[in-house]
C-alpha cells in the first residue's frame, strides 16, 4: 500500500479532466488514484465533497459516486498474481524479521524484502504448518509429515531428534525460555536437555488425553495452559492436569470443546477463544461472554490485547475489537451483553480471518501490529493507529404505521381505536458504516428499559392500550459514540368506546348500584333471617308458655279432679260430676295440644290452611251451643305464604272473638266472614246478639279488645269493632300479605 494513502484526509485533493490528483505536504510528489489502488470510469471529475466524518465523495464523467474512505487495515500477498500461498503461521523474530508458514513452505519478511527458504536453507518443500521465532533466537518449524526443523543464530535448518511425532501443530516459546511442543497425534511435549518429553496425566492411561492438541500459553503464575481439538482445556500445574470440558446442560463452563485461542492477561485472567465465542477463567470459573448482534456464537480464533487493555478478536466474523471497561460491567452484571466493533470487508479486509488450528497463527509484533492469516494475505492492524469517529450518527424518525397507514410526522399523531399493530421505521446516517449502527430505544409509558439492536431501523408493537406514548430514539456508531441527545416522536392511540372515561363512569356507576343492590339484598335477606329466627324463638317461647300454662293448669286439674274421684267413690253425684269436668278438661288439652301443633306444623305456613283451619275451628267451637254457624268462605284461596306466628296470632285473634260473642252476645247465629282483596286478607266474627257500646267496654279495661288490636297491629293490621246496644256486632281483622 502507498505511504500517502495514510494521510490522504491531510492532503488537498485536486479534480481535474485528467482524472483526480491528491497533494500532500508530507510528501513532495503529487498522486494519481491509481497509485493510490484505486480507479475512475471516466478521468473527468464533476464534484468533490468531504463529509461530517471525513470520507471523500467524488463524482466522476460516467455519473458514478465514489467514497474515499480512510482504510484500516494493510494487507500483503506472499505470492504473486498467479499463484496463492495460503498462510498457516506468523511469528515475529527478536530481530524484527516476521516469518510465514504457508502451504508452499517457509518466508522471512526483513527489511521490505521478502525471502523462501528452501532445501537451500536446511528445510525440506512443502507446507509449513507452524513456525516460532523463540526469544533465544532460534526459529523453529513444522513442515507436515516431515518432523520440525529449527536454525539458531541464522544457520542452516536441522531437524529436531527425539520428537516421535512428525504432525507437530503448536509451538510455543514460554517466558522461561522452554519450547512447548503440541502435536495431532501424541499429545504435549517439553524439551528438556536437547530432547522432547511427553507430559503425563495421571488420570489415564499415563498419558495426556485428546493428543490433538492447538494452543500452549503460559500464565503469569507459570501454570502452562492447553487448548484442544474436541478435547477442551488442560491445565497442567505441579506435574498434575486439570481437565476442563464443556457441559451441554450447565450455563457455567466452556461453551466448546474446541479450543481456537488462549491470552493470559496481567490481572492473571486467561481469556479463551472457542468455536462458540469468547470466555474467561478467573481463577475458580469459566464464565461465557454474552455477545449482542448474535456473536456469541462467533468463532474466536485469535486474541490480542494492545497498550490500552482493549480485546482485540480475530474471528470468522472479522476483526472485534471488545474494551476492558465493557467487559468488567458485563461480569459484575451492570451490562447484559456486550457490544463490540466489527471490522470486516468494509474497512479493508479482503478476506475475514483463518482458523488455521495451529500455533502461531499470527503474532502480535514487538511495535504493537497485529498479523493475521487472511487466506493468501497477511493483515496488518495497528490498534493504536486505528483513530475512533468521534461522530454519532443523524438519527431520523421516517416513519409511523398502524395497520399499514401511514401518518404524518408533523402533524399530532391520533390513532383510532382497533389499531392491533403499530410500527416505527427510523434510521441513522453514518457514511463511515452504515450496517454498523446500533440502535436504543424504548416507548415511554411501555419499555422502562431501553432496547438496543445493530441493523435494521424499525420497531413493532402490537396489541397497546389506549394512551398516549412517546418514542424515544438514540445511536451510536460502530466505535461507540452515541448521540448526545434524544429523538422523540408522541402518538396517541384512542380507546374504544368500551374504554372510554365517560363509558367506563358509567360502567362504574352501574356497578355501584349493583353492588350496593346485591348489598341490600344480602342485608334484607339477612334481617328477614334474623326476623324468622326471633319469630321461631318467640315460637318456641309461646308454645312452653302454653304447654306451661294452658296444658299444664289442666293436666293438673285433671289430676285433682281424678283424686277427688279416687277418694269419694261411693258419691255417684260426685263421681259423674268429676268425670264430667276430667272428659272436659281432657277435650280442652286434646283442643289446645291440636293448635299447639297446627301452629308449629310448616305444612300449615299458607292461606288456604289456615282459612281450612279457622273453619275447622268454628264448626268444632259452636258445635256444643245452641249458637248457628254460618261460614261465608271462599271456595279456594290462593296458596299464599302465612308464616307459623302470624297464623297463630289471627288464629288467637278469631278464638277470642268467637269466645266473646258466645259467651257475652246472647247470639242465635255467628257468622265467620273471609275474603281476599288485593293483597289484604280479612276475617270478620259477626253476630245477631244484644250488641254494645265499644267506647265503654274499652273504658271498662278488659283485656279481651285489647289483646285483639294488639295481635293485629303486631303484624302492621288493623282491628275494627261496629256496635250498638240491640245491634249485634262485628269484630273484623285485616291483615296484609306478602307478595
Not at 466522476?60 to 465514489?66: E, F, Q, S, T, V
Request: charged fraction near 25%; glycine fraction near 8%.
Amino acid at each position: 500500500m502507498h505511504p500517502a494513502f495514510s494521510v490522504i484526509f491531510l492532503t488537498t485533493l485536486i479534480g481535474a479532466a485528467q482524472g483526480l490528483f491528491i497533494y500532500s505536504p508530507t510528501h513532495d510528489a503529487v498522486f494519481r488514484p491509481a497509485q493510490l489502488g484505486f480507479e475512475f470510469e471516466s478521468l473527468h471529475v464533476t464534484a468533490i465533497f468531504q463529509d461530517r466524518e471525513n470520507h471523500v465523495w467524488i463524482s466522476d464523467g460516467a455519473g458514478l459516486l465514489h467514497r474515499i474512505k480512510r482504510r484500516i487495515f494493510e494487507t500483503m500477498r506472499l505470492g504473486d498474481e498467479n499463484s496463492s500461498s495460503l498462510i498457516r503461521s506468523i511469528s515475529e523474530a527478536p530481530d524484527g524479521s516476521i516469518w510465514f508458514g504457508t502451504d508452499d513452505g517457509l518466508h522471512r519478511l526483513q527489511n521490505g524484502t521478502r525471502r523462501q527458504l528452501g532445501p537451500n536453507a536446511g528445510i525440506p518443500a512443502g507446507e509449513v504448518v507452524s513456525v516460532c521465532a523463540t526469544r533465544a533466537g532460534s526459529i523453529w518449524a513444522s513442515v507436515r509429515n516431515r518432523g520440525l526443523y529449527f536454525s539458531k543464530n541464522g544457520a542452516r535448518f536441522s531437524k529436531a531428534s527425539g520428537l516421535p511425532s512428525v504432525a507437530v501443530t503448536a509451538l510455543y516459546d514460554a517466558p522461561d525460555g522452554t519450547l512447548w511442543v503440541g502435536t495431532n497425534d501424541l499429545g504435549l511435549f517439553r524439551r528438556e536437555r536437547q530432547s522432547f518429553a511427553p507430559i503425563e496425566n495421571t488420570r489415564a492411561n499415563g498419558l495426556f488425553e485428546e493428543r490433538s492438541v492447538t494452543r500452549i500459553v503460559a500464565g503469569p503464575d507459570g501454570v502452562i495452559w492447553v487448548g484442544t481439538n474436541g478435547g477442551g482445556l488442560k491445565r497442567w500445574k505441579d506435574g498434575q492436569v486439570t481437565h476442563f470440558e464443556s457441559d451441554p446442560g450447565s450455563a457455567s463452563g466452556l461453551p466448546s470443546n474446541y479450543i481456537f485461542a488462549l491470552r493470559p492477561d496481567a490481572a492473571g485472567l486467561l481469556w479463551i477463544g472457542t468455536s462458540r465465542g469468547l470466555c474467561r477463567y478467573d481463577g475458580a470459573s469459566i464464565e461465557s461472554v454474552k455477545m449482542a448482534d448474535n456473536l456469541e456464537s462467533t468463532h474466536v480464533f485469535e486474541i490480542y490485547e494492545d497498550d490500552l487493555l482493549r480485546l482485540w478478536l480475530a474471528s470468522d466474523e472479522g476483526v472485534l475489537r471488545v474494551d476492558r471497561s465493557a467487559l468488567e460491567a458485563y461480569f459484575e452484571g451492570s451490562l447484559p451483553q456486550i457490544r463490540c466493533a466489527v471490522f470486516d470487508e468494509a474497512d479493508g479486509l479482503r478476506e475475514l480471518p483463518a482458523n488455521t488450528r495451529t500455533q502461531p497463527a499470527s503474532c502480535q509484533a514487538g511495535n504493537g501490529q497485529i498479523w493475521i492469516p487472511t487466506g493468501d494475505h497477511a493483515t496488518i492492524l495497528d490498534p493504536m493507529r486505528m483513530a475512533e469517529n468521534p461522530r454519532a450518527p443523524v438519527v431520523v424518525i421516517e416513519e409511523l404505521r398502524a395497520e399499514n397507514q401511514g401518518y404524518d410526522l408533523s402533524k399530532p399523531i391520533i390513532i383510532p381505536p382497533g389499531a392491533s399493530e403499530i410500527s416505527i421505521r427510523f434510521a441513522g446516517i453514518s457514511f463511515a458504516d452504515p450496517h454498523r449502527v446500533t440502535f436504543s430505544w424504548r416507548l415511554e409509558g411501555l419499555e422502562p428499559e431501553w432496547v438496543e439492536h445493530r441493523g435494521i431501523g424499525l420497531a413493532k408493537y402490537d396489541n397497546l392500550d389506549p394512551g398516549t406514548y412517546v418514542f424515544q430514539l438514540k445511536a451510536a456508531n460502530k466505535d461507540g459514540v452515541w448521540t448526545p441527545g434524544i429523538t422523540s416522536l408522541e402518538f396517541e392511540l384512542l380507546p374504544p368506546f368500551w374504554r372510554t372515561s365517560w363509558f367506563l363512569s358509567l360502567l362504574i356507576a352501574a356497578l355501584l348500584l349493583l353492588v350496593r343492590y346485591v348489598s341490600m339484598r344480602k342485608i334484607r335477606d339477612r334481617l328477614r333471617y334474623l326476623i324468622r329466627e326471633r319469630a321461631l324463638e318467640n315460637e318456641r317461647a309461646r308454645i312452653a308458655k302454653d304447654m306451661h300454662d294452658d296444658l299444664g293448669a289442666n293436666l293438673t286439674q285433671i289430676s285433682l279432679m281424678g283424686e277427688l274421684l279416687r277418694r269419694n267413690p261411693g258419691d255417684p253425684s260426685e263421681v259423674e260430676k268429676n268425670a264430667a269436668r276430667i272428659a272436659e278438661r281432657s277435650r280442652l288439652v286434646s283442643q289446645k295440644l291440636d293448635e299447639i301443633v297446627w301452629a308449629v306444623n310448616p305444612k300449615n305456613d299458607s292461606l288456604d290452611k289456615l282459612a281450612s283451619y279457622l273453619v275447622h275451628f268454628a264448626e268444632e267451637f259452636l258445635e256444643p251451643t245452641d249458637i248457628h254457624c254460618r261460614l261465608e268462605v271462599p271456595p279456594r284461596l290462593p296458596d299464599r305464604p302465612v308464616d307459623s306466628e302470624l297464623r297463630h296470632d289471627i288464629f288467637m285473634a278469631v278464638k277470642e272473638a268467637m269466645n266473646n260473642a258466645v259467651k257475652y252476645s246472647e247470639a242465635t247465629e255467628i257468622r265467620l266472614r273471609i275474603s281476599l282483596v288485593s293483597r289484604e286478607f280479612t276475617i270478620a266474627v259477626e253476630d245477631d246478639g244484644r250488641g254494645f257500646a265499644p267506647a265503654a267496654a274499652a273504658s271498662r279495661g278488659g283485656n279481651g279488645l285489647a289483646n285483639m288490636r294488639k295481635r293485629a297491629e303486631e303484624h302492621g293490621g288493623r282491628f275494627e269493632i261496629e256496635s250498638a246496644p240491640g245491634k249485634g256486632s262485628i269484630v273484623r281483622f285485616t291483615f296484609p300479605l306478602s307478595a
